[in-house]
Nanobody, 115 residues
Framework: QVQLVESGGGLVQAGGSLTLSCAAS????????MGWYRQAPGKQRELVAT???????NYADAVKSRFTISRDNAKSTVYLQMNSLKPEDTAVYYC?????????WGQGTLVTVSS
């Protein structure tokens, strides 16, 4: 079983930065896909960014050039560096771990960007 614990959310002014962390524990397969998703009030959950265990990343158009996803395989941790935050980035951010048919979600961390 895999568990994910997210941290780093909070309140920030527009133009500011935050870094989210997601630590995975349990029966982790070394080859996996991890990522960040977000869900704003009244909206569906959407992809923010993903990264393979080999370091290949993918971003939603809305966050390209502002957000950077990275991972430390030794620590089983994935990060999301968020710069130039906008009010529309306000959402609950969820970490996701995927390996073949297995999918695990974190509990979410709230990011609020004030204008």
């Amino acid at each position: 079983q895999v568990q994910l614990v997210e941290s780093g959310g909070g309140l920030v002014q527009a133009g500011g930065s935050l870094t989210l962390s997601c630590a995975a524990s349990g029966s982790i397969f070394s080859i996996n896909l991890m990522g960040w998703y977000r869900q704003a009030p009244g909206k569906q959950r959407e992809l923010v960014a993903t990264i393979t265990s080999g370091g290949t990343s993918n971003y939603a158009d809305a966050v390209k050039s502002r957000f950077t996803i990275s991972r430390d395989n030794a620590k089983s941790t994935v990060y999301l560096q968020m710069n130039s935050l906008k009010p529309e980035d306000t959402a609950v951010y969820y970490c996701r771990y995927a390996y073949k048919h297995l999918e695990v979600w974190g509990q979410g961390t709230l990011v609020t960007v004030s204008s």
